[in-house]
């Protein structure tokens, strides 16, 4: 499958800390995506990372890929309670289109 | 400013009823999708579109369908053949040439929840 598993399923963490979730994924990839889902509403695009890149940043988000442990990390530095969503990745495969993950949910606390 | 509009934002079916849920892109954009969302759950792609009047089955086909005569315009029908329609509908859409699909990010709309009363 060429389904990505999110790592872990919750996780919990105060403001100002940092949050990371992992994707790990079974077949070669294009490349790996991030989205962020707020509870109720649609998924909004964070980063794409291709198959030949190991590092991407966005504001507080970085993104690692490792293709020989096919998996991916996603990093939020300094989170914020705006944070709290659902974050999911999405592989683009050799299928024609992306595959998601069942998500990470992730609680900023004050 | 361009995206993707969703409507209704709740959607309530009788047992036996087709509905139809809207999804309109203002980002002229090729490729159209439609995904189910169950509560706790990842993204299950119901269909796809990479151009008008075209079409493919995703994983979760059955009990659905769905058209694309314009390009901006992607309506999915929950028909009365869908036994569990009750779930959260995504529309979503991109760019990227047919076949590589996952070239590009995918932009949602705000969904449409669906319960069967």
């Known amino acids: 499958s060429q389904q990505g598993e999110e790592d872990p399923q919750a996780l919990s963490i105060q403001e100002g800390e940092n949050a990371t979730m992992n994707c790990s994924y079974k077949t070669s990839i294009n490349n790996l995506q991030w989205y962020r889902q707020n509870s109720g509403r649609g998924l909004v695009h964070l980063i794409l990372i291709r198959s030949n890149e190991r590092e991407k940043h966005s504001g507080r988000l970085r993104v690692t890929l490792d293709t020989s442990k096919k998996s991916s990390s996603l990093l939020i530095t300094a989170s914020r309670a705006a944070d709290t969503a659902s974050y999911f990745c999405?592989?683009?495969?050799?299928?024609?289109?992306?595959?998601f993950g069942t998500g990470t949910r992730l609680q900023v606390t004050l | 400013d361009g995206g993707i509009t969703q409507s209704p934002k709740y959607l309530f079916r009788k047992e036996g009823q087709n509905v139809t849920l809207s999804c309109e892109q203002n980002?002229?954009?090729?490729?159209m999708y439609w995904y189910r969302q169950d509560p706790g759950q990842g993204l299950r792609l119901i269909y796809y579109?990479?151009?008008?009047?075209?079409?493919q089955k995703g994983d979760i086909a059955e009990g659905y369908s769905v058209s694309r005569e314009k390009k901006e315009s992607f309506p999915l029908t929950v028909t009365s053949a869908q036994k569990n329609p009750t779930a959260f509908y995504l529309c979503?859409?991109?760019?990227?040439?047919?076949?590589?699909?996952?070239?590009?990010?995918?932009?949602f709309g705000s969904g449409t929840r669906l319960t069967v009363v």
């Open positions: 980002l002229n954009h090729d490729a």
């Open positions: 579109s990479q151009i008008v009047n075209d079409f």
């Open positions: 979503a859409s991109s760019k990227g040439p047919q076949g590589a699909l996952w070239n590009y990010g995918y932009t």
């Open positions: 999405a592989i683009g495969g050799t299928a024609s289109k992306l595959t």
